[in-house]
């Protein structure tokens, strides 16, 4: 008999309609043409030729690709979710780019902003022309943004931007940036050309995972602001937070394609891998770490297409959301040890992608909402009564 | 000669000077198994094609990409546009699959040809149908790839233009076209230099896969192709009966194959001085030098 593909066990792909196959293959093919050959060079330098990627992204029309109108593809949520799973397969720090972008900097401008805002600045988004950034984490204030120091004053008209973010992925890079900050009235979005005077990015550097990722720290000094850079649509927290809940939703579907690339690795190479004098795909022991991961990747694939198709008809909810995040990046994570048992002494080196997915894998359980958050929302849904605050 | 300088120049005799620019692009495509997977035999000894991923043929990509670069610069294809680009295949039903993906990359519509009687068909029965159903489409120019890569015959442009009675300017590495004069031109890169020829439309071009690069099909170009037309037409439809294709009409058969023999293991040469003359004579013995 010949072996069935641990990837495909549940034939999930019959879930899937033609438009999303296509899609999802289309990004397959891209991540293996200009991804796979070069990002373990990315990896190991810490850096990534993000503006150059942006652009081959923007062709296709990956970034803010979910979203409709100003240039945007206009797809379901599900393909989304299918183009993350691609990219993440390749590195989640390519995923974290296309997040950022098109889940929280083009989604703020394209939900809250104003129709000039829009204008100005989605088109580029979309192309892969202009890169965007997301400020909401600060060095003291990550899963308590309402806490928040960075502020906007009032002077005259214009608004006078004061604090820092931290941990801003593509903020070194961006050409504009979605700030949150304190305002008299509660937390307001501002959009930010990051030419503008006063607004200074510096690059993380020293960083074990998301290498190829690049990863800044925002400063505002007297950031001067006309009147119509804030967002119009929105105050307060439920701003970014919509954004988040983009992006965790890219990122429920993201981590199942890294730990399929992990599982795909490792099992060809216990196929391969010759130890006393059988592949040591033939031993036990090993037969039920693949069985296990086989399972937990149809499994948390299975979540995610449920999320996709409920967040089509637009029925999704974030405590489903912190749900669908906390299992599929658990699971990742423990898909990439479990592989790296297998690939041994190989399993640590960058010439296989497995401790780079793990590695990686450790920033997103923790970024767009920490595990421990996301296990007390579905507690707070579950019992009523929120307990981390 | 040198690389790179134009060694011959063939020219047709023009038919006169055409009064429009609209160009009419027929690309040939064809569904293969993907070119990457291993490939078995079935008992009837032709391509078992159920078991491996059925893909657009690689090489006809750049067809679709070349007449898409041509439309773009002189005017556009599709809705509002000056040309059209129709794709064409014969094949099973499933072949839709592949040819979705060219109409994903850009191109307008396609035909479909597909019979229960055409199965086995060798490349004299595909042009006989291909040919018949070129006339009727009011093609400017056919293009294809140089060959599929599941059979890799490479005459089919050529029997093309043989039975359509039309020139033919074969293995493309570049093509211009100027329509309002009436003239095609192509660069072929041959061992000896640069061929460069012309022909008057309407002609048969096939490229090769140095003349561009195809594009990804765009997540707009994915969602447009589904409202794209595919037009299925039986062999009634396009004039030809069945006796004259499938395998039973076909003048090539196979008669026997046999599977490719299991890599040996290579030899190791040991260089203890005189590892040159060991390995010149190992490549003397295969004649490669």
Request: proline share 3%; aromatic share 6%.
């Amino acid at each position: 008999m010949d072996p069935k593909s641990a990837l495909d066990l549940l034939s999930i792909d019959h879930l899937l309609s033609d438009e999303e196959r296509d899609i999802r293959d289309t990004v397959r093919k891209v991540v293996d043409d200009k991804v796979r050959p070069y990002v373990a060079d990315w990896y190991e330098k810490g850096d990534l030729p993000a503006r150059e990627l942006a652009r081959e992204f923007g062709k296709l029309g990956l970034l803010g690709m979910h979203l409709e109108g100003y240039g945007c593809a206009g797809t379901s949520a599900t393909a989304y979710g299918l183009a993350c799973m691609e990219l993440e397969a390749g590195d989640s720090g390519l995923r974290s780019l296309v997040s950022v972008q098109g889940s929280l900097a083009m989604f703020a401008i394209w939900k809250f902003g104003s129709e000039e805002q829009k204008q100005q600045w989605l088109p580029g988004m979309a192309s892969g022309e202009f890169i965007g950034c997301f400020g909401l984490t600060e060095a003291d204030y990550g899963s308590n943004p309402s806490g928040m120091i960075t502020h906007a004053k009032r002077d005259g008209k214009d608004w006078v931007l004061n604090g820092s973010k931290m941990w801003i992925t593509n903020g070194p890079i961006a050409d504009v940036a979605v700030v949150w900050a304190q305002t008299e009235d509660g937390i307001r979005g501002f959009v930010v050309p990051t030419k503008t005077k006063g607004f200074q990015a510096n690059i993380i550097h020293k960083k074990l995972s998301l290498r190829a990722s690049i990863t800044g720290e925002l400063v505002f000094t007297d950031l001067r602001l006309p009147e119509d850079a804030v967002l119009p649509g929105v105050v307060g927290l439920k701003g970014p937070m919509s954004s988040l809940n983009e992006a965790r939703f890219g990122i429920l579907y993201g981590t199942v394609g890294a730990a399929r690339d992990c599982l795909e690795v490792a099992t060809d190479y216990a196929l391969s891998r010759i130890q006393f004098d059988r592949p040591i795909a033939a031993f036990q022991l090993t037969q039920e770490k693949l069985a296990n991961m086989a399972l937990e990747v149809q499994k948390g694939f299975l979540l995610a297409m449920h999320l996709g198709r409920l967040k089509d008809e637009e029925k999704l909810h974030p405590d489903q959301i912190s749900l669908g995040k906390l299992n599929n990046v658990r699971m990742a994570l423990e898909v990439a040890r479990m592989s790296r048992t297998i690939l041994a002494a190989n399993g640590v080196t960058l010439e296989y992608p497995i401790m780079r997915h793990a590695n990686n894998l450790e920033s997103v359980l923790t970024y767009e909402g920490t595990s421990e958050i996301h296990l007390l929302t579905i507690g707070r849904a579950l019992t009523g009564i929120q307990a981390f605050k | 000669m040198a690389d790179g300088q134009v060694i011959g120049n063939i020219r047709h005799i023009y038919v006169g000077v055409r009064q429009e620019s609209l160009v009419k692009f027929l690309v040939c495509v064809k569904q293969v198994p993907d070119s990457w997977a291993e490939k078995k035999l079935g008992a009837d000894a032709r391509l078992d094609r159920a078991g491996v991923d059925a893909v657009l043929n690689d090489l006809d990509e750049y067809a679709i990409e070349e007449a898409l670069r041509i439309c773009e610069n002189s005017g556009g294809n599709g809705e509002g546009g000056e040309h059209s680009i129709t794709l064409l295949s014969m094949g099973p039903d499933r072949a839709t699959e592949a040819i979705r993906k060219g109409l994903s990359m850009g191109a307008d519509n396609a035909i479909l040809i597909s019979d229960e009687a055409l199965s086995g068909s060798d490349a004299l029965a595909t042009s006989l149908v291909l040919a018949k159903a070129i006339e009727a489409s009011g093609a400017h120019i056919v293009l294809c790839g140089t060959e599929s890569t599941d059979a890799r015959m490479s005459v089919v442009p050529a029997m093309l233009a043989e039975r359509l009675g039309w020139p033919q300017l074969t293995f493309a590495g570049e093509l211009k076209i100027d329509a309002a004069a009436n003239k095609v031109t192509i660069k072929r890169m041959t061992d000896e230099g640069i061929e460069e020829m012309e022909a008057s439309l309407p002609c048969v071009v096939s490229v090769i896969e140095k003349i561009n690069e195809p594009r990804y099909p765009s997540f707009k170009g994915i969602m447009a192709a589904k409202k794209k037309t595919i037009e299925t037409r039986s062999l009634a439809d396009v004039g030809v009966s069945g006796d004259q294709v499938g395998s039973a009409s076909s003048w090539s058969a196979v008669v026997d194959s046999a599977l490719r023999p299991p890599r040996s293991a290579g030899i190791k040469v040991v260089d203890e001085g005189n590892g040159g003359n060991e390995l010149v004579s190992f490549l003397a013995d295969k004649k490669i030098v």
